[in-house]
């Protein structure tokens, strides 16, 4: 009987071993898992940072193109405000401004008061 239970013991001592030698494993492996989570953690944050970095980088050129385009478009009207064209008086090339007005203002004026030159 004797010989049985030092077998047993003996077995009960393997297997307690084996159970503490599982048990190192695992902690290590936990131990890796909560290191590579912490680095995923830290990437996260960095990531979040970049994106709101260019995320406000990306609002900045959106104001500027906005800037831009209304710029142009104050442009584009104030262009059409200098260039009018007014069909049925002939258009000279080296004419002044002052001397378009006048003749514009001479027939707007022969017309509504139907005076023939």
Do not use: W, Y
């Amino acid at each position: 009987m004797v010989d049985i239970d030092k077998f047993i013991q003996s077995l009960k001592c393997s297997q307690v071993k084996d159970m503490g030698d599982r048990q190192a494993v695992i902690e290590n492996e936990v131990r890796s898992i909560k290191t590579k989570v912490d680095d995923i953690e830290f990437s996260a944050g960095v990531m979040e940072a970049d994106t709101a970095g260019l995320f406000l980088n990306d609002e900045r050129k959106n104001d500027t193109i906005n800037s831009m385009l209304n710029h142009m478009n104050n442009m584009d009207r104030e262009m059409r405000r200098n260039n009018l064209r007014i069909f049925g008086i002939a258009d000279i090339p080296d004419e002044s401004t002052d001397e378009t007005k006048a003749k514009v203002i001479s027939d707007v004026l022969n017309k509504a008061f139907d005076i023939d030159d």
